[in-house]
Nanobody
């Protein structure tokens, strides 16, 4: 069974930082090729944030996080990270990681390409 588990969410003040982790297990290394991050705020549609391939390349889909969020991968640990800096109240959401195959969808494809597997989500709240 293919499993993705997010961790690292919590409450942080505006301007603060958090690092989310997405640990993948229960599969062989060739079963997935890319991991994406999404978020969904209350009353809003789910938003694609970024995607990273095992070679470290990928895309940032959301203009609102460019320059503040960084996605990275540690293949030895089968873990992908989302470093979130300069957090704003509007970043408050449930954050999900998901596995994409065979590769990261291009930005114009993100809304129509559905990941093959999802994590359970982790809450991020930015508030003073």
């Amino acid at each position: 069974q293919f499993t993705l588990v997010e961790s690292g969410g919590g409450l942080v003040q505006p301007g603060g930082s958090l690092r989310l982790s997405c640990a993948a297990s229960g599969f062989i290394t060739s079963d997935y090729h890319a991991i994406s991050w999404f978020r969904q705020a209350p009353g809003k549609e789910r938003e694609g944030i970024s995607c990273i391939r095992k070679d470290g390349n990928g895309y940032t889909y959301s203009d609102s996080v460019k320059g503040r969020f960084t996605t990275s991968t540690d293949n030895a640990k089968n873990t992908v990270y989302l470093q979130m800096d300069s957090l704003k109240p509007e970043d408050t959401a449930v954050y999900y990681c998901a596995a994409d195959a065979p590769t990261c969808p291009r930005p114009h494809e993100r809304s129509i390409v559905y990941p093959v597997s999802w994590g359970q989500g982790t809450q991020v709240t930015v508030s003073s």
